[in-house]
């Protein structure tokens, strides 16, 4: 069974798919070989983990950003929740769920597409307001606009980031419209 992040502790087994957020090879304190150290993580958060076994193999068989398989052991050390990894491959096949890895946004998507088609229909430009509508009549970029993330990370890395950016920049340059006429 999946389990998110933010619902392991110590003690439990991991069976899961998270995205690989970091990794760096790390020389063993023994000073002979690397162990592997990595950021894993879903929609509710972040997790570190450590390969020990396979360590080259693992480290150039995945790639940040990939959505991989991972099993293992949930442990605490120093304080620290992090899994001990046995086995971890990329997941390149796979068709992976956005809503799984990547949090929502604070709009939700109808009611952002109502606020961006009530900002085209306020817009006194003839021409501009006939561009806007039918460039958003294409579902398929709709959809997109609407559940796309504005970056991959930091600023409205969410499903819906994008149009909340937009919607934001728009209201911005309504106020300071208003505030020139």
């Known amino acids: 069974m999946e389990v998110f992040i933010e619902q392991l502790k110590p003690g439990q087994e991991v069976n899961g798919a ?7 090879l790390l020389p063993l304190r023994s000073g002979t070989g690397h162990y592997l150290a990595v950021a894993l993580g879903d929609k509710t958060g972040q997790i570190e983990g450590r390969v020990w076994d396979s360590v080259y193999e693992r480290h150039y068989s995945c790639r940040v950003g990939d959505v991989v398989r991972v099993q293992g052991q949930v442990e605490e050390y120093n304080g620290i929740v992090q899994i001990n990894i046995s086995s971890m491959s990329a997941c390149r096949d796979i068709e992976a769920d956005p809503f799984k890895f990547i949090p929502s946004g604070k709009l939700n998507p109808e009611s952002a597409r109502d606020k961006l088609f009530s900002i085209i229909a306020s817009l006194h430009n003839q021409h501009l307001r006939e561009l806007l509508t039918l460039i958003l009549s294409d579902d398929i970029f709709l959809k ?7 970056a991959k990370r930091n600023h409205q890395a969410t499903i819906g980031g994008l149009i909340e950016h937009s919607l934001g920049i ?12």
């Open 170 to 181: 728009a209201g911005a340059a309504e106020q300071l419209g208003a505030a020139i006429n």
């Open 144 to 150: 997109k606009l609407l559940m796309s993330p504005a």
């Open 18 to 24: 998270y995205v690989l957020k970091s990794k760096k």
